[in-house]
């Protein structure tokens, strides 16, 4: 999460650095311009690379969280059964709990 709040800042910079190059270009028009394609295309692929990782924590945050539903529900099932064969050493099995 500390990287979404981040991301402004990151293309703050961006717009900042191209400002400055822009003004202080040493270069060419066509130089700065095939310079600047450069950067902009090695930020799409860090922004690319970012949403990856990010698509990937996310997948794995739901993995843990239907893992950890899925041994609450095997918890109660359990517990719930316990209670059942209590419920019936308790009360004896006749015809009339065993339905319970």
């Known amino acids: 999460m500390e990287e979404r ?4 800042y990151f293309f703050l910079g961006i717009g900042v650095g191209l400002a400055v190059g822009l003004l202080f270009a040493p270069k060419s028009g066509e130089e700065t311009r095939a310079m600047l394609k450069g950067h902009a295309d ?6 690319n690379r970012k ?3 990010f698509r990937e924590t996310a997948s794995d945050f739901i993995e843990r969280g239907k893992d950890a539903v899925l041994r609450q529900r095997e918890q109660v099932a359990a517990a719930v059964e316990a209670g059942r064969q209590a419920y019936r050493e308790a009360h004896g099995s006749n015809p009339e709990t065993e339905g319970v």
């Open 5 to 8: 709040n981040n991301l402004p």
């Open 42 to 47: 090695e930020g799409r692929d860090l922004l």
């Open 51 to 53: 949403s990856g990782e």
